[in-house]
């Protein structure tokens, strides 16, 4: 019995002492480190989404740049190949008519036509980063939001996704069905609300919005809601009525909450391409909005129209749909946008 106890005795002994010598030469460096663990794979960046997102755009532009930047000098038919792909990619005349003068001043006619796609990247930046893409904050809440747009624009998606952002962010959000015109929008609204935990206020299909929004914002101010986003209605066929609507409508929410509402939003449907650009001068005539939605950036071949909606209407783009998913909705960032749309490789 003894003897087995020695032996256990010793092995002990042998193997702590085999323990201290490996620590001892690992901390001196002797040993050769650890194999790496794994790598985590990265999530896709904000530029390998807009990549992604303008991936039709950029194909419709390709064959036309290549032709262009491909070119020996910026010569005048370089630019009259590049004035055609921006206005086909809808970035629209005036916009486009204005990059081409500030490139004209930016590269000299003996310089290779390659230098014209790292000017005109640099040029969309800069025009873009005009104007401030954060949404609106405030210091005492509730933030209101106020969302206007077309009906299939996809306004009440582009609602219920934000929602989901503000809670995510760990904010309370109340949701007012102010479209009170449309058929189905107010139980559109409602699933968005169930499934982002955000309660809505709405009254009967017919009823006066500015009612709606009028009960949603005491409510939430009672309840000391973080965030209150509002619906509207988007009826351009009755421009007046529309009109009449929405001036009631922020009438009604600025004697609530004054200041209110802090932001304004008019949702764009990237795919409408020129049309876009009407629906922007109406709604900023009427409704004094402060930024845009673009939805379905992905989807379409038009997305210069960021360029010209702001250039046209010195409205920032703040948010950009890049998927069907409800993480798709993204805050805009002129500098991924300008390098996945004019990036250095065809």
């Not at 991936?55 to 038919?77: I, K, M, P």
Request: hydrophobic letters at 45%; proline letters at 5%.
């Amino acid at each position: 019995m003894q003897e087995w106890f020695w032996l256990a005795l010793t092995g002990v002994a042998l193997l702590a002492s085999l323990v201290g010598f490996v620590l001892w030469y690992s901390r001196r460096g002797l040993l050769p480190p650890p194999p790496p663990d794994k790598a985590i794979p990265q999530g896709p960046t904000t530029l390998d989404r807009f990549a992604a997102a303008l991936q039709r755009t950029r194909d419709a532009l390709g064959g036309s740049l290549r032709a262009v930047f491909g070119r020996e000098q910026a010569d005048e038919e370089a630019y009259e190949g590049l004035e055609e792909a921006l206005l086909r990619a809808d970035v629209g005349t005036r916009a486009t008519t204005a990059l081409l003068t500030e490139l004209r001043g930016r590269v000299p006619v003996t310089a290779p036509a390659s230098a014209l796609r790292t000017e005109l990247r640099a040029l969309v930046r800069e025009r873009l980063l005009r104007h401030p893409t954060a949404l609106a904050t405030v210091e005492k809440g509730p933030l209101v939001i106020l969302v206007v747009g077309v009906n299939g624009s996809g306004k009440t998606t582009t609602i219920g996704k934000l929602a989901a952002r503000y809670r995510k962010e760990g904010r309370t959000v109340m949701l007012g069905a102010g479209d009170t015109f449309r058929a189905g929008a107010i139980e559109q609204l409602k699933v968005w609300g169930e499934r982002t935990e955000s309660p809505v206020v709405a009254h009967q299909e017919g009823a006066d919005p500015a009612a709606v929004l009028h009960d949603t914002l005491q409510s939430a101010i009672a309840k000391g809601v973080d965030v209150v986003i509002c619906d509207t209605a988007g009826r351009l066929q009755a421009q007046k009525a529309l009109m009449d609507e929405l001036a009631k409508v922020r009438r009604v929410v600025g004697k609530v909450l004054p200041g209110a509402p802090h932001e304004t939003l008019l949702v764009l449907d990237g795919t409408m391409g020129q049309n876009a650009f009407s629906q922007a001068r109406v709604f900023k005539e009427v409704a004094g909005v402060t930024g845009v939605a673009l939805t379905k950036l992905d989807g379409t071949a038009k997305g210069g129209v960021v360029i010209g909606i702001s250039e046209e209407f010195g409205l920032a783009v703040k948010l950009v749909g890049v998927g069907e998913k409800v993480d798709d909705l993204r805050t805009f960032d002129p500098e991924a946008f300008a390098a996945a749309l004019f990036p250095d490789v065809d």
